[in-house]
């Protein structure tokens, strides 16, 4: 019977590794992930505005050498478009709190603060 059972299997051509193989993210997936990803950092005035490209190579490459999958794409940009919603409402509700201007003398908005604190503690 186990006889039986393997060589269906084998005749069949598939393999359960092959039917839930993860799908890779499509190039318009990518590129569609990396317009918001630009549009985050040059909104935090992370990216230089003379050249905005310089540090989106480097974090294409570092996609590219990930093969990140499509669904990971899916996890990034629901990021992208979450972070300035929440750290707007976050930002208007220290500011009717009194708790006026966080760093602001470091060109470093608030949401930029909060997402450094984050990265230091989970360090």
């Known amino acids: 019977m186990i006889l039986c059972y393997e060589i269906f299997i084998v ?4 393999t359960k590794t092959e039917e839930v193989a993860p799908k890779l993210a499509q190039s318009q997936e990518l590129e569609g992930m990396y317009g918001q990803i630009k549009t985050l950092l040059a909104g935090i005035e992370f990216l230089n505005p003379e050249n905005p490209d ?3 190579m480097h974090l294409r490459r570092f996609f590219a050498r990930a ?22 409402a976050q930002k208007n509700l220290t500011l009717a709190g009194s708790s006026i201007g966080i760093a602001h003398t470091a060109r470093i908005s608030y ?7 984050t990265f230091a503690e989970s360090e």
Do not use: A
């Open 11 to 14: 005749s069949s051509g598939t």
């Open 54 to 56: 310089y540090w989106m």
């Open 67 to 88: 093969g990140i999958l499509s669904r990971e794409v899916k996890i990034v940009r629901g990021i992208c478009r979450q972070l300035p919603v929440v750290c707007s």
């Open 111 to 117: 949401c930029e603060t909060q997402i450094l604190m």
